[in-house]
T-cell receptor, first 112, second 114 residues
Framework: EAQVTQNPRYLITVTGKKLTVTCSQN?????MSWYRQDPGLGLRQIYY???????DKGDVPEGYKVSRKEKRNFPLILESPSPNQTSLYFC???????????FGQGTRLTVV | QKEVEQDPGPLSVPEGAIVSLNCTYS??????FMWYRQYSRKGPELLMY????GNKEDGRFTAQVDKSSKYISLFIRDSQPSDSATYLC??????????????FGTGTLLAVQP
């Protein structure tokens, strides 16, 4: 089954404690991206990757890091989380950046 | 002004009604238009995908694109309680152009009452 898998689904953490949200896709997609979804603001792109070892900033990259060492995996790293990073996060993948994107189930992060 | 505007709703309709969901956009370079459905606590799932202008039908769903008016619509016929979700429009320009990514609307919350 074609899918994008994120882990964990829910996470509560404290300010400053480094965390990683994993994302994996099994569709051999080259393009992967991370979004955050906040009420009234919709989906905002954090980072994206065009291929292995190729990543770039999206619209709201501050406070986040990513890496793309393998085609299927695209983890999101919060080195020092802050409460304003409390949000719903989605990983997505597609063959090219501007067509159908497949989304993971989401990670609800709360930073206290 | 946002590139994509979408009424957040909520939109409440009785079961069996025809639902019309809409988005307007400002970038005339957009050529690819999508509708996503997002159930509560789930990721968005692709519902409809159209290229350029025209209509596309899939079961009870019809997507319409009017590029001259920069306006896209999603119609749901014979709406069901299971259609209750947030509907997101998304669009993009030709690959390799200046806007090389999907631009999303903020979503419309739809509730279909039994």
């Amino acid at each position: 089954e074609a899918q994008v898998t994120q882990n964990p689904r829910y996470l509560i953490t404290v300010t400053g404690k480094k965390l990683t949200v994993t994302c994996s896709q099994n569709m051999n997609h080259e393009y992967m991206s991370w979004y955050r979804q906040d009420p009234g603001l919709g989906l905002r792109q954090i980072y994206y990757s065009m291929n292995v070892e190729v990543t770039d900033k999206g619209d709201v990259p501050e406070g986040y890091k990513v890496s793309r060492k393998e085609k299927r995996n695209f983890p999101l790293i919060l080195e020092s989380p802050s409460p304003n990073q409390t949000s719903l996060y989605f990983c997505a993948s597609s063959f090219v950046p501007n067509t159908e994107a497949f989304f993971g189930q989401g990670t609800r992060l709360t930073v206290v | 002004q946002k590139e994509v505007e979408q009424d957040p709703g909520p939109l409440s309709v009785p079961e069996g009604a025809i639902v019309s969901l809409n988005c307007t956009y400002s970038n005339s370079a957009f050529q690819y238009f999508m509708w996503y459905r997002q159930y509560s606590r789930k990721g968005p799932e692709l519902l409809m995908y159209t290229y350029s202008s025209g209509n596309k039908e899939d079961g009870r769903f019809t997507a319409q694109v009017d590029k001259s008016s920069k306006y896209i619509s999603l119609f749901i016929r014979d709406s069901q309680p299971s259609d209750s979700a947030t509907y997101l429009c998304a669009m993009s320009a030709r690959y390799g152009g200046a806007t090389n990514k999907l631009i999303f609307g903020t979503g419309t919350l739809l509730a279909v009452q039994p």
